[in-house]
């Protein structure tokens, strides 16, 4: 399984701007599907962005969607999380995920169980 790492978070004022990125490592990056799912203190995980194997297609949350982009650089093993006009609700712990696909499709899968490789997290933190 390949291994991530996350990194990028931090504390930024509401209206800002923060990029995410998660280094992969220890498996062939281009047969993973990648995503972000985030953490608020006492919710259940929830699915953020995600993208397929060659960044054809991409999915969003409805809360972040025009405010957050995804992207993938298949050079460096690097999958990103643009984040832009945060707001306080955004404040969570941060995930990168990934999913092993031979054979991908068109799906973006939003739920967390479908991805079998975590990173351990960054915490993001937007006041007001």
């Known amino acids: 399984q390949v291994q991530l790492v996350e990194s990028g978070g931090g504390l930024v004022q509401a209206g800002g701007s923060l990029r995410l990125s998660c280094a992969a490592s220890?498996?062939?990056?281009?047969?993973?599907?990648m995503a972000w799912f985030r953490q608020r203190p006492g919710k259940e995980r929830e699915f953020v962005a995600g993208?397929?194997?060659?960044?054809?297609?991409?999915d969003y949350a409805d809360s972040v969607k025009g405010r957050f982009v995804i992207s993938r650089d298949n050079a460096k093993n690097t999958v990103y999380l643009q984040m832009t006009s945060l707001k306080p609700e955004d404040t969570a712990v941060y995930f990168c995920?990934?999913?092993?696909?031979?054979?991908?499709?068109?799906?973006?899968?939003?739920?967390?169980?479908?991805?079998?490789?975590w990173g351990q997290g960054t915490q993001v933190t937007v006041s007001p």
């Open positions: 220890g498996g062939t990056f281009t047969y993973y599907a």
């Open positions: 993208v397929k194997r060659n960044d054809d297609n991409t």
């Open positions: 995920a990934a999913r092993l696909e031979y054979y991908p499709g068109r799906v973006v899968y939003t739920d967390w169980k479908m991805y079998g490789s």
